[in-house]
């Protein structure tokens, strides 16, 4: 190889090394708004996500079924990851009721049962209701029955979500 073949080799090898570092600087100091995310858990709340993608953005309009996610805080503060995810499953205006342990939205059944109600040391009483889903806030669920979501903890406010998910694999 020659001596100027030998230095362009160089010099491609410092222009890639300063992209990275820009790259590696932007995500970790600027907060990049696409981050890939992986479910670490045995037990996963989305059973079919293992890897996805988080595009950081506002969630002025949220359709029925798209994954949200959202740093973790108040009833899901011993969450150790960076990001909770889960599916908008009830929208604003959406009339949610939990009866019986049945959860339906605008009468359509979502999920049946409350199985993680003795880890919240609540009655199951507690958890029915009948009631419009306020604005600004969204029922979120896991597609895992035991996922720990909206039917324990409450809405999800708008203002919390980050971004959306879109699975990859």
């Known amino acids: 190889m020659s001596e100027q073949a030998r230095k362009k080799d160089q010099i491609k090898v410092i222009w890639l090394s300063l992209l ?6 932007n995500y970790y100091w600027f907060k990049s ?9 045995d037990e996963k709340c989305l ?7 988080l595009i950081k953005n506002s969630a002025a309009s949220v359709e029925r079924g798209q994954m949200l996610f959202w740093e973790p805080n108040g009833p899901l503060g011993y969450i150790k990851q960076a990001y909770v995810m889960k599916v908008a499953a009830g929208l604003p205006g959406d009339r949610l009721q939990i009866k019986d342990q049945t959860v339906s939205i605008n009468g359509k059944i979502v999920a049946i049962g409350l199985p993680l ?3 919240t040391k609540v009655p199951l009483k507690a958890f029915e209701r009948d009631e419009v889903i306020p604005a600004g806030h969204v029922f979120m669920m896991g597609t895992n029955p035991m996922s720990y979501d909206s039917r324990y903890w409450g809405y999800l406010s708008l203002k919390e979500v980050v971004g959306r998910g879109y699975k990859i694999l």
Do not use: G, K, Q, R
């Open 47 to 53: 059973e079919d996500v293992h890897l996805s993608v």
């Open 20 to 25: 990275v570092a820009l790259l590696a600087m």
């Open 117 to 119: 109600v003795d880890t």
């Open 33 to 41: 708004p696409i981050t890939i995310a992986f479910d670490p858990n």
